[in-house]
Nanobody, 124 residues
Framework: QVQLVESGGGSVQAGGSLRLSCAASGYTYSTICMGWFRQAPGKEREGVAAIYTGGGSTYYADSVKGRFTISQDNAKNTVYLQMNSLKPEDTAMYYC?????????????????WGQGTQVAVSS
């Protein structure tokens, strides 16, 4: 089992920044990919970014490229999502997820472990 705890959400004005953290515990050695997803009210959950923990390869949704950065601190078993130039359309619940298998980084079914989420609200 892998436990994931997100933090760092909050309310910010458009153009502002937030940094989300995801602390992993348990059998973290079994995971090969960590992802951030988000879900806005009335919308489907979508992939935001992912990082492969072994080689450090990163992937981003087109909507956040150039604004968001995913990174990891292996010593702390923590993954971060730095979000800059935030827009109102970034408002959503953000979830951290861990996967033990390969495949498309944005495929929700790939991820077997999920955190409880942290809310991000961006006002115009």
């Amino acid at each position: 089992q892998v436990q994931l705890v997100e933090s760092g959400g909050g309310s910010v004005q458009a153009g502002g920044s937030l940094r989300l953290s995801c602390a992993a515990s348990g059998y973290t050695y079994s995971t090969i990919c960590m992802g951030w997803f988000r879900q806005a009210p009335g919308k489907e959950r979508e992939g935001v970014a992912a990082i492969y923990t072994g080689g450090g390869s990163t992937y981003y949704a087109d909507s956040v490229k150039g604004r968001f950065t995913i990174s990891q601190d292996n010593a702390k078993n923590t993954v971060y999502l730095q979000m800059n130039s935030l827009k109102p359309e970034d408002t959503a619940m953000y979830y951290c997820a861990a996967a033990a298998y390969g495949g498309s980084w944005s495929a929700i079914e790939k991820y077997g472990y999920w955190g409880q989420g942290t809310q991000v609200a961006v006002s115009s």
